[in-house]
């Protein structure tokens, strides 16, 4: 899953930097690397592949340069379970990484890479929606305006209370704002207005929940061969064009076409 696409160690001592520095600048993203002692310049690159996601580590001696001894990821847009168009708004961002999902996805990064040898190639398009997860609720947190107000105790039970069941009964086609309602004693208004300050409707976030289930299944290489429309029954979806009208309205993407990416 994993290999060296450039080694210091096979060169002549006097060529290693510069031809470092001219493998980076031909890379997907270009970079520049300059030290004060070239003469004991060492550098390794190494390339993963997971499924359509791209992983590069790069380790090297003291330099300077953009990414030292880091992990880079590359990956479709297609593949971000996030709305068309909110990416383009972190360009240019810094990310914290030494807290929340930050330090779980750079810790996922370096298991990834140093693990190499536990892993089998089937394992791929798993891990690869794993680290697309990852990138998104980085990504997403990114994007909050703010840290909403804590709410007292009884409503933050009641909300979990209410999301638990969400997620038990997705399958269920029937599940919609009115029987979650129903099922906690309390008016769909006051369910409602438990959604308001995740500024996400009942029925968007049921509908989120069922996508990302069915998003997960599609990426699934064991599942390669259940029909789309069959998965997209699974998670409440009895109609195979409704699901793929909001698959696509999600992620900007035919479900069909998504299977293929995370497969590829």
């Known amino acids: 899953m994993i290999r060296t696409v450039f080694h210091s160690e096979d060169l002549p001592a006097a060529e290693r930097l510069a031809r470092f520095d001219d493998f980076l600048r031909h890379c997907d993203h270009p970079m520049a690397v300059t030290s004060s002692a070239p003469e004991l310049f060492r550098a ?10 791209s992983v590069a580590e790069l380790t090297l001696s003291p330099s300077v340069v953009r990414r030292v001894g880091d992990v880079c990821v590359r990956l479709p847009q297609a593949l971000l379970p996030l709305p068309r168009g909110r990416t383009e708004a972190l360009l240019g961002r810094r990310f914290p990484c030494r807290d929340g999902v930050g330090v ?18 089937y394992d791929g398009p798993r891990l ?5 997860d990852l990138v998104a609720a980085l990504f997403t947190r990114a994007l909050e305006a703010g840290p909403a107000p804590a709410p007292d105790p009884h409503r933050r039970a009641l909300v979990s209370r209410v999301v638990a069941f969400v997620q038990r009964h997705l399958s269920e086609p029937e ?3 009115t029987a979650v309602a129903a099922a906690h004693g309390i008016s769909l208004s006051h369910l409602h207005r438990l959604f308001q300050d995740g500024g996400e409707t009942v029925a968007a976030f049921i509908r989120r929940q069922r996508l990302e289930r069915a998003r997960f299944d599609l990426a699934d290489p064991a599942q ?3 029909p789309v429309h069959a998965i997209a029954a699974r998670w409440g979806f ?6 793929a009208r909001a698959f696509r309205a999600a992620y900007g993407i035919p479900p069909t076409d998504y299977r293929r990416y995370a497969g590829s």
Not at 44 to 53: K, Q
Not at 106 to 121: C, I, N
Not at 238 to 243: K, L, V
């Open 44 to 53: 390794t690159a190494r390339a993963l592949e997971i499924g359509p996601v």
């Open 104 to 121: 779980l996805l750079t810790r996922f990064l370096a298991r990834l890479t140093r693990d190499t040898g536990t892993f089998q190639p």
């Open 128 to 132: 690869g929606t794993v680290l697309c």
């Open 175 to 177: 599940l919609t704002p």
């Open 224 to 226: 390669g061969d259940t």
């Open 238 to 243: 009895p109609r195979a064009t409704d699901f």
